[in-house]
């Protein structure tokens, strides 16, 4: 399968502090990536390095065959690559549409074209019925697929999703999943997914990356990560989740 990204021994020191040393990560086409780790293991400054918010000491990232390491955000996201904060990034002031409508121009689509495209984004993520809704009047669930839709709306090839499920239902963290799924499989869109919900994490059953005081400790399947012995010892032995 062909690697779309390829993330390799990327370093990030913080004053004293090593939030990610020497992490190395690849995402097929198509496919999810599930990030965990306790708190602090490091799992945003990861996402930060390959988004372009923050710039890696050493290592590098190569997506879609370009060296971006290093890139700012504008020229990352620009290739396909955009992250989904967990705080809210929407409008809360404009509906549903005027929230979509802003990342499909940004795209340089055509004025005739944008509103097929906003409606087309709308029904992929579940938010038909909420088109003329202002963000703020949205429960939180589908705040975050109005996120999700956002980036969708840019055109993402790859989505780097921070704590998607945090604060949301169980019905709602069910939805999620499967909303992520069907974005794989239909767009052919690529996720990374930082995650403390092991339920969640369970759904989509991806490859998962286990990060620890910044360094990868274990990956492969939930059911592999979940009987290697060092994660167990971080997670006090406890089932994860
Ligand atoms: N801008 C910064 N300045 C100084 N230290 C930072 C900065 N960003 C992160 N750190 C430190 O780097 C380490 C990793 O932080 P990071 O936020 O990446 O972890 P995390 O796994 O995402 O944590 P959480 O699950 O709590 O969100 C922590 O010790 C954090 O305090």
């Not at 999810?32 to 890696?56: D, E, Q, W, Y």
């Not at 097929?116 to 669930?141: I, S, T, W, Y």
């Not at 709602?172 to 996720?191: F, H, Y």
Request: charged residues 20%; proline residues 4%; aromatic residues 4%.
């Amino acid at each position: 399968m062909n690697q779309l990204l390829e993330v390799s021994g990327i370093s990030k020191t913080f004053g004293g502090v090593r939030a990610n040393h020497d992490v190395s990560l690849s995402l097929a086409e198509s496919s999810i990536r599930c990030v965990v780790g306790p708190n602090g293991a490091g799992k945003s400054t990861f996402l930060s390095m390959l988004s372009g918010h923050t710039r890696p000491d050493t290592g590098k990232v190569v997506f879609r065959g370009k060296d971006v390491t290093g890139w700012p955000v504008h020229r990352v996201a620009k290739m396909g690559m955009v992250r989904k904060f967990q705080r809210p990034s929407f409008y809360p002031d404009l509906t549903v549409t005027e929230n979509l409508t802003i990342p499909v121009l940004a795209t340089g689509a055509r004025r005739g074209k944008v509103s097929r495209a906003v409606a087309e984004v709308a029904e992929q993520v579940g938010l038909a019925d909420a088109l003329q809704v202002r963000a703020a009047h949205l429960p939180h669930g589908r705040t975050q697929w109005l996120e999700i839709g956002m980036l969708v709306a840019r055109q993402a090839t790859v989505m780097l999703l921070d704590e998607p499920t945090a604060g949301m239902s169980p019905d709602e963290t069910t939805k999620t999943a499967e909303l992520i799924a069907r974005l794989v499989a239909d767009n052919g869109v690529s996720t990374i997914v930082i995650e403390h919900d092991m339920g969640f994490v369970r759904s989509l059953n991806s490859d998962v990356t286990v990060l620890h005081l910044g360094e990868v400790i274990a990956e492969g399947s939930m059911a592999t990560v979940e009987r290697d012995e060092q994660v167990r010892a971080v997670y006090l032995g406890e089932e994860m989740g």
